[in-house]
């Protein structure tokens, strides 16, 4: 990481906060040690992290009390919240637990703003198949199950989309020792899953393989179930849950208790099945994942792989 004061080339350079040009005179010159990317950050925010578009944080250098970059930062505007003297915008991506300290009107109006988030990522999973098992005729509500997945999806990215520095910038390489954990954690929780479902269908003959999804598998066959239920899935829940709403809240009420929030919030989004209590555990061992490979991918993998051999159960 380069120290303040090295001149950056203009045409290079990214700029912090977002949506503020910060002129060479203003600000301190970084260099992403991962990925090489140039930053100028503005010098009132020294001493403070920003997030690359790698994903790495990256510690800006504090100041001496004296000289031309330190003077007193303005009073902060619309959609930004003090912290530590330092003006955050609310769409800025921040550290888990950067806001733990904040104000207590700062932390409520994070708040309010993960509350949106919440609703637009959950509102799709409870909207769209109520709309269209009433919109679709009698015996034809095996297409709700099939359409209201790629709806879904959609409705879910264009949430994301609202705040793409918690919900794309995760999508990075990651170290290929994860593949093998994610394979073993993947046997585990479908072991789990299978155990649950046989005893539910041992007490209940009725309950036994009669999920919709499964029962919508068998009349579109394997591949369009897979792409259906499996791969895109895997991939709009993971923004959504481990990218957006995980980041969000663990800045606000840190890494732990993000994790479970979330974890919550995914077993809700999934409605009543019998294993409420794996989809649990799936999401807290996805939050971790999030956290120690630092990528939205291995999860995304997991996810795949599991519904994927879950959906066997329909051929």
């Known amino acids: 990481m380069e120290g303040p004061g090295l001149p950056v080339p203009e045409d290079e350079v990214r700029f912090w906060p977002p949506g503020v040009r910060v002129e060479a005179g203003d600000g301190l010159d970084l260099r992403c040690p991962s990925c090489e990317v140039r930053w100028r950050v503005l010098a009132e925010l020294a001493g403070a992290k920003l997030r690359c578009v790698c994903g790495t944080w990256i510690g800006v250098p504090r100041l001496p009390s004296s000289g031309p970059l330190s003077a007193p930062i303005s009073r902060p505007g619309p959609g930004e919240i003090p912290i530590d003297g330092t003006s955050i915008r609310l769409d800025a991506a921040l550290e888990e637990g950067a806001l733990e300290d904040a104000r207590e009107d700062d932390r409520r109006k994070w708040l309010r703003e993960v509350i949106l988030d919440l609703t637009f990522v959950l509102g799709p999973f409870f909207l769209v198949p109520f709309l269209l098992y009433r919109l679709l005729p009698p015996g034809r509500e095996y297409l709700a199950t099939f359409l209201g997945q790629p709806l879904i999806g959609i409705l879910v990215f264009l949430a994301c989309l609202r705040r793409p520095e918690y919900s794309f910038a995760p999508l990075r390489r990651f170290r290929w020792g994860f593949v093998s954990e994610v394979a073993v954690a993947t046997l585990i929780a479908l072991g789990l899953a299978v155990l649950i479902q046989g005893l539910v269908g041992f007490l209940d003959e009725d309950l036994r393989l009669k999920e919709p999804i499964l029962e919508t598998s068998r009349r579109i066959g394997p591949w369009l179930a897979y792409l259906s239920f499996a791969a895109f899935p895997a991939f709009f829940e993971e923004i959504a849950f ?41 999401g807290f061992y996805l939050g971790h994942l999030r956290f120690r490979s630092k990528s939205l991918i291995p999860g995304m993998i997991f996810h795949a792989l599991y519904n994927g051999l879950h959906l066997l159960q329909a051929f």
């Open 242 to 282: 481990r990218g957006l709403l995980l980041g969000r809240i663990a800045a606000l009420y840190g890494r732990s208790h993000g994790i479970w929030i979330t974890a919550v919030a995914f077993m809700v989004a999934h409605g009543l099945t019998p294993v409420l209590p794996v989809i649990l555990l799936i």
